[in-house]
């Protein structure tokens, strides 16, 4: 066993499954990597006591945190109360006044609680609403990302995002966005590692680009 490995934790974006890190492939001699899936959250849980429950599936210390999308808000909370060696967001926001005028539309009217997350489990509504794309060529696929469909999970995964309430970035966190993303529009961000072409789903067509760069930014 080697103990100077250093491991990763990976969580994936609303509604997205694992498997969004498939591709993701990192010299094994120098790291791990582990996949973190979402759970049911318990009724009225906030954000904070979500990832103190996610916490606990981080079993090595000083570890690498990396979120994508939603997933890199929690990771961003997760970080509050553990020690990380990296901490990474990618198609994400670091902060409230990143977030697009229609989540804070959505925010200031509350009408986040009248979307119909019950018609989410239809799969290319759903990936229109998580991933920002019609999907429609590509529904087989984005069936296997996107399998988290749970009503009480998708209430309470959007309404954490649209009422996040960061004000300031965290001083540690190394942001990755891609400069075609309709969901988080990179004109709206601060600082971040910009990707060419990079869409709000390049985890996965852009794996190349994290296969290639990943290391040297962890190690960096």
């Known amino acids: 066993m080697n103990h100077d490995l250093i491991h990763i934790y990976l969580m994936p974006g609303m509604a997205a499954n694992p498997s969004i890190f498939d591709n993701l492939s990192l010299p094994l001699d120098q790291f791990q990597l582990h996949k973190l899936h ?29 979120g994508v ?3 890199g808000v929690l990771v961003q909370e997760m970080s509050k109360h553990i020690k990380l060696r990296k901490l990474f967001v990618v198609s994400s926001v670091k ?3 990143e977030m697009p005028r229609r989540l804070k539309v959505l925010r200031a009217t509350k009408a986040y609680k009248l979307l119909p997350t019950q018609l989410l489990a239809n799969v290319d509504l759903l990936a229109k609403f998580a991933f920002g794309e019609t999907v429609t060529k590509r529904v087989e696929l984005y069936k296997k990302y996107l399998s988290v469909t749970d009503k ?7 309404e954490q995002m649209v009422c996040w309430d960061q004000e300031e970035p965290l001083p540690e966190v190394i942001h990755i966005h891609g400069d075609s993303d309709l969901v988080f529009p990179h004109h ?3 600082d971040c590692i910009t990707v060419k072409g990079g869409t709000h789903i390049m985890i996965l067509n852009k794996y190349k680009w994290f296969n290639e760069n990943l290391p040297k ?3 960096g």
């Open 95 to 97: 902060t409230k006044q």
């Open 69 to 71: 999308s939603f997933g």
């Open 188 to 190: 709206y961000l601060g």
């Open 38 to 66: 979402w759970i049911t959250p318990l009724d009225n849980e906030t954000l904070k006591d979500y990832a103190l429950r996610i916490i606990k599936d981080i079993k090595h210390e000083n570890s690498v945190l990396l």
């Open 152 to 158: 009480k999970y998708l209430d309470w995964a959007i």
């Open 217 to 219: 930014l962890i190690l």
